[in-house]
C-alpha cells in the first residue's frame, strides 16, 4: 500500500510540472495585438467638382483668298489678338490608385466670356471691323500622378473643343457687308496640378492648362459675297481652384 501511495503522489507531482511548463510555454507565445493605424487616404473612385478661375485667348484669323475681296486684308494676310476673361464649368472622373500612382479619367465643361474686336485702319478710317468670341471650351483628358497621402500631384493630356464666333463689318463709305459665323474648333490640351484631399470624400486642388486647335473655314457672309477666312484659337490658357466631392470606395489600413 505504501508503495502504490508513494507512485500515486509521484505521477500527481508530474502532472502538475508538466501543467505548469504548458502554462509558461503559452506564456511565452503570447503577442500583444498590433495598435490600430489611421487608414491612408485613398484616391481611388468616382468624383464631381466645379472649378473657376481665368482663361487667356490667342485668336487668329487670316483671309484664305477663296472668297470675295474683303477691304484691304489680301489673301494670307489677317490678325491675331489676344484677351482673357473669367472662365467656370464642372468636370466628373474617376481615379485609380496603385501604390502611390494614380491614374485616372475626367471630362470638363467650362464657361467663358474671352472675346475681342480689331478694326483695321490701313485707309486711315475705320475700315474692316473683326469681332470675335470664344464662350464654350470642353476636355476629355487621362490624368496620373503621384501621391503623397492627402496630396496628389499630376499631369493630364487628351482632347480639347471650343466653341469660337467670328464676324466681321466693312465700314467704310457705304458698308459692303457684315456677316459672321461660329465653328467648333478641335484641339489638344496638356496640363498639370495639385489636389488635396481636406476629408475623406472632399477635394481642392490647383490646375494649369494649355491648349492648341485647327484652323476652320469662316464664310463670312455680306452683301457684296462670301468674305472667307480660316480662324481658330490659336491657343487659350487656363488657371482654376478645384472642387470636387469624391465618392466612397475602400480604404486601406495599415499595420
Known amino acids: 500500500m505504501r508503495n502504490k501511495l508513494i507512485a500515486a503522489f509521484a505521477c500527481t507531482t508530474a502532472l502538475v510540472s508538466t501543467g505548469a511548463a504548458s502554462a509558461a510555454d503559452l506564456g511565452a507565445r503570447y503577442t500583444k495585438a498590433p495598435a490600430y493605424v489611421e487608414p491612408l487616404f485613398n484616391w481611388t473612385g468616382f468624383y464631381v467638382g466645379g472649378h473657376i478661375g481665368g482663361a487667356w485667348t490667342n485668336q487668329q484669323f487670316i483671309n484664305n483668298g477663296t472668297g470675295a475681296a474683303f477691304g484691304d486684308l489680301l489673301p494670307g494676310e489677317g490678325y491675331r489678338q489676344r484677351n482673357a476673361g473669367v472662365m467656370g464649368g464642372a468636370q466628373i472622373g474617376y481615379n485609380w490608385q496603385a501604390n502611390n500612382y494614380v491614374f485616372g479619367v475626367e471630362g470638363t465643361i467650362s464657361g467663358l466670356d474671352n472675346k475681342g474686336s480689331f478694326t483695321n485702319t490701313v485707309f486711315g478710317a475705320a475700315d474692316d471691323v473683326f469681332s470675335w468670341r470664344t464662350n464654350v471650351l ?25 466653341n469660337n464666333r467670328l464676324s466681321v463689318t466693312d465700314t467704310v463709305g457705304v458698308a459692303t457687308g457684315s456677316g459672321g459665323q461660329t465653328h467648333w474648333a478641335n484641339g489638344w490640351t496638356v496640363g498639370a496640378g495639385w489636389e488635396y484631399g481636406v476629408t475623406r470624400n ?10 492648341a486647335f485647327t484652323s476652320q473655314t469662316y464664310q463670312l457672309g455680306g452683301t457684296s459675297g462670301n468674305y472667307t477666312f480660316d480662324a481658330k484659337p490659336r491657343d487659350i490658357q487656363w488657371a482654376v481652384v478645384r472642387a470636387s466631392y469624391k465618392f466612397d470606395a475602400p480604404t486601406i489600413a495599415r499595420y
Open 138 to 162: 470642353a476636355t476629355v483628358v487621362g490624368r496620373a500622378g503621384f501621391a503623397v497621402q492627402n496630396n496628389l500631384f499630376y499631369f493630364k493630356g487628351g482632347y480639347a473643343g471650343a
Open 202 to 211: 472632399w477635394i481642392v486642388g490647383l490646375e494649369y492648362n494649355y491648349a
